[in-house]
């Protein structure tokens, strides 16, 4: 029975580093598309390993747009929403999603404009973000804490947390990371709490201080 856990253990680790080789080909191949064939080619392993993996293309590129959010700090994002203060859910899920574009924007600028040939992934990857803006908004509902209709703070969170929201404070305004996630939050704050936190005044005021 000993042998045969270690030797369950030992593919279980086989399977995860071929497709840990395959994540790492296809990401250093970006910001360009790649084929399957180029990722297996790079991997050092046979096309098909690649379908057996993944399942199908569209299953590779839902495991990209996975692994882009882990390189840029998705665990940061995980532990907000499991904190127990739905607070500090919101505030650090506004936080963490921001810095998860600003470490990985190029790779997500490039992945948006290729959206057609990724096979739904980041639609799929969208519906995966309004249902934690549903998760966050029922808690701050649930706790009193809304001044608006939970289905209207799930649209305002939804607008704040988006890619464009983040590209029009950094690029279009040249804030820094810190200081976009300052100022989304504190419009999340102002928008949808019944008393907005003083911190998150004080954290905007810290952001303007800092780009001025």
Do not use: C
Request: positive net charge.
């Amino acid at each position: 029975m000993t042998s045969r856990r270690y030797e369950q253990r030992l593919r279980a680790q086989s399977a995860e580093q071929t497709r840990r080789r395959i994540l790492d080909a296809m990401y250093d191949q970006l910001p360009k598309i790649p084929s399957v064939d180029a990722v297996a080619r790079q991997a050092g392993v046979a096309r098909s390993t690649v379908y057996l993996v993944f399942g199908s293309r569209a299953g590779l590129f839902d495991a990209l747009l996975r692994d882009v959010s882990e390189r840029g700090g998705f665990a940061d994002l995980v532990r907000a929403v499991r904190d127990p203060d739905p607070l500090t859910h919101l505030r650090g899920a506004i936080l963490a999603n921001t810095r998860i574009y600003g470490r990985q924007r190029d790779v997500l600028v490039a992945l948006r404009a290729e959206a057609a040939a990724l096979e739904g992934a980041l639609e799929r990857t969208e519906q995966g973000r309004l249902g934690g803006l549903e998760h966050l908004a029922s808690r701050l509902a649930e706790h009193d804490l809304l001044a608006v209709p939970k289905d209207v703070a799930v649209d305002v969170l939804w607008m704040l947390t988006g890619f464009e929201a983040f590209e029009a404070l950094r690029t279009g305004r040249g804030l820094s990371v810190d200081a976009a996630a300052a100022r989304l939050l504190a419009t999340a704050e102002r928008t949808l709490l019944r008393v907005p936190s003083p911190e998150g005044a004080r954290n905007e005021q810290s952001s303007r201080d800092v780009s001025a």
